[in-house]
């Protein structure tokens, strides 16, 4: 953790290198031609089979970068605020319900209607931060897991009062007279949209504040001891990452176009512990590889499993009769192992790689 | 002169060379159509299958799927359908709602499908139903029913599982002759979902008609004790019960029934009829359940399709599931896809298949269940029922008459 | 009328109780949230079903195997997964039994198939009839079986000498090994015992209805119970299930079966507010 601050601040005192604009440069350019090969599925004439492609296509990426904001969000609390909470699923639900409000019921347009669910995410997670007044760690995540339930059980009230039984529906999602009517064009609005959040969340950690949020999370009574409102900030942050997951949660439902308090689900609340932790605490870069991970690893699974092709007996049982359970399986398999073996993450692990190279580097 | 008699053959020459090409093509193409880019090749057409293969409720989709793969793989090792063999690529919602919409693009675009049946989820069918209507993927033989996606009638989407509507229709009409009640006073027991408040809704406008009345109550999807459920209904005396939800909402509410010594009849929606079910409800509350069905579980009866089915399950080693009503509904649904791609012709494509199906077709399932009709306008599914029972001493189905004894409940 | 609603409420509560009760001794003694304890109900369940069902053993030793196959579990996953990551930060390790729920669902569904399974125990289905009041013979037999465990663990960790031991560790690691205990022991220890209650629990649970791998959400309404009753007490953890299932059966009867669920997750959130440390819990103290 330390390693990372101290090297963001050297990274700022030098100056870009060409290098650093070249693969800027790159990653712009697959960014911008990845929808064009999701879609057409062909590269220069030349098609692709799917498994090429890892089995993975453009909803996917857009829900991907749809989850990602709360992944981001999360990591900001979590690994940066050194909050724990199981509430982000609540907070999805409440971006979910303040644009079913804005949205499907008073007809304001889809940038308010965001701009709306920020604000309603920003009240609750203030009102869902309340309880860290008052206990912390194991307690404050119970809290935040009742939270949950309240939430989600509000949502269903609210979806069989207003609306139909078969979910609350979402029209609509235009800027100005652009229409989100197809993957490629959620893609160019979803894209620029993280990488947005993603520099927000960056740049408020580089802050005096930012860096006032990790003394309280490295040793709280230091932090106090220091003058630091321990109480306001933790406050502050929750409401600041509940207001970025309610938006997730806002254009999650626009995106599906129709949602129930079914899909906030406790399991939908685990996937985001579950990215952050694969990813890597308290890394921003981190949250977007472990949300990647664990949306596309599945799919990439299921791909490779189906190759396995043409076996008989008990093989063939587990193989085909059973392949979502053995997808599942390897997947949880792969958490354990990571978890055992890469404590930090992926991108923990990116680091010292990183570390051990430049190391070999600059001794030849 | 000379130049003109050269130029005249020599154009002879090229038409007739190309009238050969013309004829050589054509042939061709007759024996060897194909559309990659909707999963038909010379020798396999690709089928999608998009339900919950884990999860919750992967206990029946999953032997959905399983009779659906059964009935394709009997038809199969006859040589297939006009000499393409069908392959199934199922896909799993994983209970999550937003995977469908990836599986719907994998299918359309990443591994082409020709058409796609099943669609477990309603959550999931509301979401994709404008992106389906809009496309041109036909949905043949639909596992649940959403207004979004049926109403209006598309050319696109069939329904493939028993009708609601005249579900509760032919259940309350059977219930109310048979106890010989003059105004029935019925209960709903449900889970609380969307659905059991429409299917209250179903069955309120059925008693109507009898002059009768009906009211519901609900328990949680994980319930592990009724007590609460089964006072109310002591309360309110019905003459007879119906039970919307999973397995468990039955098991529960006919075993607590049981101990409070209640022996009022109950009818359980298409669902919930599976050996396992009787058999956790027990031999002494279990005469006391029916189930009311559009399909036929295997052994009630004795027709063609029964024994067609029954054999290809143990063949294929889904003994287990022959007599769950999940399997049924997957082997019918396989033989509407199925006859649906025979009326596609031998060179099938997305909008054949279509074009064929909406000027209408009945599926014939030789006894599994009434002939389906799908007429231009009505693509509703399967709506004949009948009351199926267990016999606990001879350990199988009863069926109670025939599908045509219920049609007079259908007015 | 009432009396129906609570005997009822006694009855579930009790099986609560008693995963709950696995739950603490898990938490108390190696200090880790064990998300999948509602899959050890579950896999009890299934292990019930291969040992009556499948394997016709005689139900005395059919019981003996469960608990025997389940406390063996326990102890193959604290050795190979939890032991790894003691001194990890509490989220790796609630993140590592959350994957080991997925696993261990996975491993049921392949082996046992998605269907559902039913279990047919010798266990008595009739009916006491006293005055107006009808008790499941099930729910005596469950309730009973139940607070009998409850009471023989309590006798367990109070008078024995392992008992003793194992409270000595769970209160202070350090000082335990210093003492010369054995502590790896003691930990396996306590993950047998929560996997073997968890297991029986998962036995009456899978006789009352059905076995599926649904089981498993039964298994987490015992977590608020835990904490209502407080994470570090043992009676604590058993009063709080009682309180779950009460609220569970009245709430369901008197105001909504929606409102049962919610009324739970608002009381803990009230302790949490008020009493963190659970009703009979134990005021932590906090070191610098």
């Keep these: ?22 693969w800027l440069a790159l990653a712009a350019a697959v960014l911008l031609y990845l929808p064009i090969l999701l879609t057409e599925r062909q590269i220069f004439g030349f098609r692709l089979s799917n498994m090429m492609l890892l089995n993975i296509g453009l909803s996917q990426v857009n829900l991907m970068l749809i989850t990602m904001l709360g992944a981001l969000s999360l990591n900001y609390l979590t690994g940066s605020a050194g909050l724990i909470s199981i509430g982000h699923a609540a907070f999805y639900a409440v971006g979910a319900m303040t644009a079913a409000i804005t949205g499907s019921q008073w007809g304001w347009p889809f940038p308010l209607v965001l701009i709306a669910a920020g604000l309603g995410g920003a009240l609750a997670g203030l009102l869902a931060g309340l309880p860290s007044l008052r206990v912390r760690g194991l307690y404050f995540v119970l809290s935040t897991f009742a939270v949950h339930y309240l939430v989600v059980f509000a949502f269903m009230e609210y979806q069989f009062k207003f609306f139909d039984v078969v979910g609350v529906p979402y029209k609509n999602a235009t800027l100005g007279s652009w229409t989100l009517s197809t993957p490629m064009r959620w893609y160019f609005f979803l894209l620029p949209l993280v990488i947005f959040i993603y520099w927000l969340l960056r740049n408020s950690l580089r802050t005096r504040e930012g860096r006032a949020m990790q003394a309280m999370r490295d040793h709280e009574l230091a932090a106090t001891a220091n003058g630091i409102d321990v109480r306001f900030l933790r406050l502050k942050a929750f409401a600041f990452s509940s207001a970025i997951a309610a938006m997730g949660g806002a254009l999650y439902a626009y995106y599906l176009s129709n949602v129930t308090s079914e899909f906030f689900g406790i399991q939908f609340a685990i996937q985001f512990i579950a990215m952050i932790i694969i990813g890597g605490m308290g890394s921003l870069p981190g949250a977007v590889v472990g949300a990647a991970v664990w949306l596309l690893l599945p799919s990439i699974i299921t791909g490779l499993t189906a190759q396995a092709g043409d076996t008989t007996g008990l093989l063939r049982s587990v193989l085909v009769d059973h392949k979502p359970q053995l997808v599942q399986a390897i997947f949880g398999m792969l958490v354990i192992v990571l978890l055992i073996f890469a404590p930090w993450g992926i991108a923990g692990m990116a680091t010292r790689l990183k570390a051990r190279l430049t190391a070999w580097w600059s001794r030849s | 002169m000379q130049d003109k008699k050269t130029e005249q053959r020599g154009l002879l020459r090229k038409r007739l060379l190309a009238a050969l090409a013309a004829g050589t093509l054509a042939l ?190 609900t328990m949680k999807i994980t319930a592990a004790d009724v007590t609460p459920q089964v006072l109310e209904i002591i309360k309110q005396k019905p003459d007879f019960i119906t039970i919307y939800g999973v397995g468990n909402t039955a098991i529960l509410t006919m075993k607590a029934m049981h101990q409070y010594g209640l022996k009022i009849p109950a009818f359980g929606i298409s669902y919930l009829m599976s050996p396992q079910i009787y058999a956790a409800i027990g031999p002494e509350a279990g005469p006391n359940y029916n189930v009311i069905s559009c399909f036929t579980p295997g052994g009630a009866d004795q027709s063609a399709g029964n024994k067609e089915m029954m054999a290809a399950a143990d063949k294929y080693n889904h003994s287990a599931m022959k007599e769950d009503v999940n399997y049924v509904a997957g082997w019918v649904v396989g033989q509407m896809a199925v006859q649906a791609l025979q009326l596609a012709g031998p060179q099938p494509t997305r909008a054949r298949l279509v074009e064929a199906m909406s000027k209408g077709f009945t599926v014939n399932s030789n006894g599994l269940a009434a002939p389906i009709v799908m007429t231009p306008t009505d693509h509703a599914g399967p709506s004949r029922f009948r009351m199926i029972g267990y016999d606990y001493g001879a350990k199988k189905y009863v069926s109670f008459g025939e599908f045509a004894d219920y049609e007079k409940y259908m007015k | 009328m009432f009396i129906q609603v609570l005997l009822s409420g006694i009855a579930l509560g009790s099986i609560y109780g008693l995963v709950a009760l696995g739950f603490a001794v898990v938490f108390k003694a190696t200090d880790v949230f064990n998300f999948a304890q509602g899959m050890f109900v579950a896999f009890g369940a299934y292990f019930a079903v291969t040992t009556i069902n499948l394997l016709g053993l005689p139900f005395p030793l059919a019981v003996a195997a469960i608990i025997a196959a389940s406390a063996a579990l326990g102890v193959v996953i604290h050795i190979v997964l939890i032991q790894p990551l003691s001194g990890r930060p509490m989220l790796s390790v609630i993140m590592l039994t959350i994957a080991l729920s997925i696993v261990m669902r996975a491993v049921i569904e392949i082996l046992y198939g998605v269907q559902s399974r039913t279990l047919s125990t010798p266990m008595p289905t009739g009916i006491f009839l006293v005055g107006d009041v009808r008790i499941s013979q099930l729910h005596l037999v469950a309730a009973g079986v139940s607070w009998l465990c409850m009471a023989a663990f309590g006798a367990f960790f109070k008078f024995t000498s392992i008992g003793l031991l194992m409270r000595a560790t769970a209160d202070g690691h350090e000082a335990a090994l210093v003492s010369g205990v054995n502590v790896k022991v003691m930990n396996r220890l306590a993950w047998a015992i929560g996997a073997g209650l968890a297991a029986i629990g998962g036995l009456f649970l899978g006789q009352l209805q059905i076995v599926s791998p649904e089981l498993e959400h039964i298994g987490l309404l015992a977590l608020p119970a835990v904490v209502i009753g407080g994470m570090q007490s043992i009676p604590g953890a058993i009063i709080g299930g009682l309180l779950v299932g009460l609220i569970e059966q009245l709430s369901a009867t008197y105001i909504s079966p929606k409102s049962s669920d919610i009324l739970v997750y608002v009381l803990l959130l009230a302790i949490l507010m008020v009493r963190p440390w659970g009703l009979f819990g134990q005021r932590e103290l906090g070191r610098v």
């Design chain 2, 28 to 217: 061709s193409a007759q024996a060897q159509f194909e559309s990659p880019s909707e999963g038909v090749y010379k020798d396999r057409v690709d089928w999608g299958v998009m339900m919950d293969l884990s999860g919750p409720a992967s206990g029946s989709q999953g032997i959905w799927t399983n009779g659906f793969q059964a009935y394709v793989r009997s038809i199969n090792e006859k040589g297939g359908v006009n000499g393409r063999r069908i392959n199934v690529l199922a896909e799993d919602s994983r209970f999550n709602p937003a995977q469908d919409k990836i599986n719907y693009e994998k299918l359309s675009t990443q591994t082409p499908v020709l058409a796609i049946s099943g669609m477990g989820s309603s959550s999931s069918q509301v979401s994709l139903a404008p992106t389906i209507r809009g496309g041109k993927i036909p949905i043949v033989g639909t596992y649940t029913h959403t207004k979004p996606l049926s109403e209006p009638t598309s050319p696109l989407v069939y329904g493939g599982f028993c009708t609601y509507p005249e579900m509760a229709k032919a259940g309350v009409g059977y219930m109310t002759e048979k106890l010989k009640v003059k105004s029935p006073k019925v209960m709903v027991v449900s889970i609380e979902s969307a659905g059991g408040v429409e299917y209250a809704q179903f069955i309120a406008d059925a008693v109507k008609k009898y002059g009768g009345t009906s009211s519901l109550v």
């Design chain 1, 1 to 22: 953790m330390t390693a990372t601050v101290l090297r963001s601040g050297a990274l700022r005192a030098a100056a870009p290198s060409p290098w650093r604009w070249l």
